[in-house]
Nanobody
Framework: VQLQASGGGLVQPGGSLRLSCAAS????????MGWFRQAPGKEREFVAA????????WYSDSVKGRFTISRDNAENTVYLQMTSLKPEDTATYYCAASTKFAVTYESTYDDWGQGTLVTVSS
């Protein structure tokens, strides 16, 4: 599945952004979806994931309570609502799709979007 992430930009600390990831396939509803991020000089890390049936969600400890992942299977889109943003959230954010269940692991994912840059700075 081809993925197109969007919605990144420059935001002040404490602000909000919503990222979107549009998928190319009508079988979008068969994929578990995840968001990862990579800060400059650091490895890519798990942020959030949502199950194919929109029942289960997972979050890293660093974003729990601030970020919300959601999906619209009719629109083939997954979202990441980010609030109370901090400078340490600055990174390129990637969406990814998987048919497997270990959704917090990068190796689980088969298809990746191109990334969208989020910069949190005053």
């Amino acid at each position: 599945v081809q993925l197109q992430a969007s919605g990144g930009g420059l935001v002040q600390p404490g602000g909000s952004l919503r990222l979107s990831c549009a998928a190319s396939r009508r079988t979008f509803g068969t994929y578990n979806m995840g968001w990862f991020r990579q800060a400059p000089g650091k490895e890519r890390e798990f942020v959030a994931a949502i199950s194919r049936n929109d029942v289960n969600t997972w979050y890293s400890d660093s974003v729990k309570g601030r970020f919300t992942i959601s999906r619209d299977n009719a629109e083939n889109t997954v979202y990441l609502q980010m609030t109370s943003l901090k400078p340490e959230d600055t990174a390129t954010y990637y969406c990814a799709a998987s048919t497997k269940f270990a959704v917090t692991y990068e190796s689980t994912y088969d298809d990746w979007g191109q990334g969208t840059l989020v910069t949190v700075s005053s």
